[in-house]
């Protein structure tokens, strides 16, 4: 698996785990153990992801973007809901929505390596794995506003 396709694994992976976290207690270290020790390389079951695997993702940088957004979330929020139509809030979005926004956010904002086209075309991708419906283009028009606040 090419070095591209294992961060897209990592990207998709952070988003789940960053859902993860939201409906339920489990804390950082805890769903990124999880990830690491009962979900990468193995198929996943049940549900929309039968059949997928998660192998072969770049766990470090799954592992540093579940962190990073949990370490700059008031940030990271900051910079989305800045994006947001007036009266808009965070809470009002769908909870997997939130995760793609907040780890599309942290990528655009605190990783300048990463080419923001890349960012944006990733997350957006990871929309459609989830949403058929408008929510990938509102991933597109939030991120790329994101993007121009963040990346001057």
């Not at 808009?88 to 979005?93: F, I, V, Y």
Request: glycine letters at 8%.
């Amino acid at each position: 698996m090419s070095a591209h396709a294992s961060r897209s694994v990592a990207r998709l992976a952070a988003v789940q785990a960053l859902y993860q976290m939201e409906v339920s207690s489990i804390g950082v270290e805890g769903v990124i153990r999880e990830f690491t020790d009962h979900r990468f390389d193995r198929d996943l079951e049940g549900g929309e992801g039968e059949g997928v695997t998660l192998a072969s993702a770049d766990e470090g940088f799954f592992a540093e973007l579940v962190r990073g957004v949990v370490a700059k979330q008031k940030q990271v929020d900051a910079a989305i809901v800045k994006r947001l139509a007036e009266g808009w809030r965070l809470e009002r979005l769908d909870a997997t929505v939130r995760a793609i926004l907040r780890a599309g956010a942290y990528e655009l904002s605190h990783r300048p390596d990463v080419p923001t086209e890349v960012a944006i075309d990733e997350y957006v991708e990871v929309a459609k794995s989830f949403f058929e419906g408008t929510e990938p283009g509102f991933v597109n028009g939030a991120l790329d506003a994101v993007a121009r606040d963040v990346r001057t």
